[in-house]
């Protein structure tokens, strides 16, 4: 119940604010007791009620005081920490224009040359440029929005999938690629196209019950016609992210995970 008796169960003791996936994102992590305390906290609160993570810092002491406001109620939770923009850099990361996620973590008894150590909830949520809460889809479209267009690309080879790839001048993306990797389905997940001078890329998948759209991006019509006649309509194919590689005639694929996974979709409508 999203009540004060109810939220006081779940007040965590520590803060750490790093970058993940190559920089690509800014991840706020809220250190609890317990892995199963923060867990629950997510899965209970913050997965389920809209909120906002509001940073302040004391004029005199220069120590910052973190909050979740519940939006919804007007009840929150208020963590007073030591952190100061001096002794803390990282917090100068949060609310610069970088995609930003929030999970739960625990300290672990390990402190090594990179400082204390920790460990987190590797279900990550997003939110926006304001701090406030937003659906793992909306995460994703405002990624992908910043590419610069998409490319429809044939197999050329037989261990070559044929491949739609979003295209980026720098890279960016990854955290929002990795999530959309972790809900779609090769056999329920279809890429929706419509062509109105710019395009719109829809992830559609009425199983796993999400929509993702990503509109208006620039695109080659004659390449996307060629796509579409290699593939013919009920044909699986793979979804990419790509960097812009002016001196060569396709863009340089980006790996997102270490062993390098791909978004396979069921066919295009």
Known sequence: MLDKAGLSKFKWKDIVVVKINNDDAVLIILIFETMETGNKFIEEYLSVHPYEFVATIN?????????????????????????????????????????????????????????????????????????????????????????????????????????????????????????????????????????????????IDAVEDFHITVPELQYDKKQLKAFKESIGKNHSFAFLLGLDNPGADRPILLQTTHDFKIITVAGHI
């Open 59 to 203: 004029d005199e002491t220069r120590r910052y005081s973190f909050t979740l406001n519940f939006l919804n109620s007007e009840f929150g939770i208020r963590y007073d920490s030591t952190i100061t923009p001096e002794s803390y850099a990282p917090i100068s990361w949060l609310g610069n224009g970088d995609p930003a996620f929030i999970s739960n973590g625990v300290w672990q008894n390990i402190i090594n040359e990179k400082g204390r150590q920790y460990i987190y909830n590797p279900d990550i949520l997003p939110i926006d440029d304001q701090m406030k809460s937003i659906s793992l889809e909306e995460g994703i479209e405002k990624a992908f929005s910043k590419a610069t267009r998409v490319e429809f690309w044939p197999s050329t080879r037989e261990d070559e999938p044929e491949m739609v790839i979003l295209v980026f001048n720098k890279r960016q993306a990854i955290t929002a690629y990795n999530n959309l990797n972790d809900i779609a389905s090769i056999k329920t997940t279809f890429l929706k196209l419509i062509d109105a001078g710019t395009i719109n890329i829809s992830f």
